[in-house]
Each structure stands twice: as structure tokens, then as C-alpha cells.
């Protein structure tokens, strides 16, 4: 029987299972991509306490405090979308993580359309490595258009290419596309 998985906000009670998932997440998806120094145990190490930071930081103003969305069934996490409100009015969808082995069942789609629904007068924008090429293509899928490309610098100084893609509130022109863009729009 397949369980019922619920998106909802989540809270500074989450921070463990997210760091976790996040780890996990990341690992799978970079691995081959990044140098597995990027990929290892400090990394694990230091997510718990960003994730309780900012899940119990205070924004101020509700439109300027981020938004955690979890997906679960049973108290289990299966995928989160983390949204932050930026100052020039955009919304930046600064992760959007599925347990690996549950990827490829919808829950990364529904996870999105819940992100986009936090802010729907507001442009939603993220950055993917443009070597993760599943990511690449599920964005553009799900009517992503790519308005950017820049470089993406770790920590050690370690580069690689970057998308940006965005998703518009409907009758709200993106701007000139970049290189890449699909033409579509949601």
C-alpha cells in the first residue's frame, strides 16, 4: 500500500530530518559532479545547525520571512522546498530536495507548484549546476524558462556553471531570456 504523502510548513522541529535529507540529497545528485571533498562529513556536520537557524531566525515582517515546505508521510520526510523572499521582490526557491529513491514520482512537481503558491504575484527564480542535467531538464519540464547563466564558487574555490530559471506569476513578462531559455512559460 502506498502511503499518502502531505506537504506542509514546516517548522524548527523539521531541522534535523531536513539537514539529513538535505545530505543524503546532495550526495546523490553531485556525486560525479562535484570532488567528493565538497560532498563530505563536514558538510553533514554543519547542516542540523543551519537549518535550526533558519528555521528559528526572526525576518521581521512575514512577507520577508522564508518558508519551509516538507513533504511526509507517517512523520517520515520524503522532500522539502525551502523559499526565501528577496528585497527586488523575487522569490528564491533555494532548495528543493526528494529522498533519493523517490525521485521521478511526482513529489519534486508537487513540492514546486507548493513553492510557487507561497508567493503567486511573485517571480520564483533558482540556481542549478548546470551539470546536473535531471535537475536541468525537470525545471525546464515544468516550465521553467532560464533568464541566467553565471559560475557557481565553492568554498575551496572550486567552479562550475550555473542556470538560473524562473517561473513567472502568469501575465508578468520575465525580461529578455537567456542563452538556453526554453520559451515556455507556465
Known sequence: MARQIVIRTGTAADAQAVAALYTQSRRSA??????????????????????????????????????????????ELYGFAYVVPEPDGRVLLDNLHVRPG???????RRLLRA??????????HLDVLAANTRAVAFYER?????????????????????????????????GRPGPGATGRTP
Open 30 to 75: 553531485y556525486a560525479g559532479i562535484l570532488p567528493a571533498g565538497l560532498l563530505g562529513d563536514g558538510t553533514a556536520a554543519e547542516q542540523p545547525e543551519l537549518w535550526e537557524i533558519r528555521l528559528t531566525a526572526d525576518y521581521g515582517e512575514p512577507a520577508d520571512t522564508p518558508v519551509l515546505l516538507v513533504a511526509e508521510a507517517a512523520g
Open 142 to 174: 515544468e516550465g521553467g524558462l532560464r533568464t541566467d547563466e553565471h559560475s557557481c564558487v565553492f568554498a575551496n574555490g572550486y567552479t562550475l556553471p550555473e542556470y538560473e530559471y524562473t517561473w513567472s506569476p502568469p501575465g508578468r513578462a520575465l
Open 115 to 124: 513553492a510557487l503558491a507561497v508567493a503567486p504575484h511573485s517571480p520564483l
Open 102 to 108: 523517490h525521485t521521478g514520482a511526482g513529489l519534486g
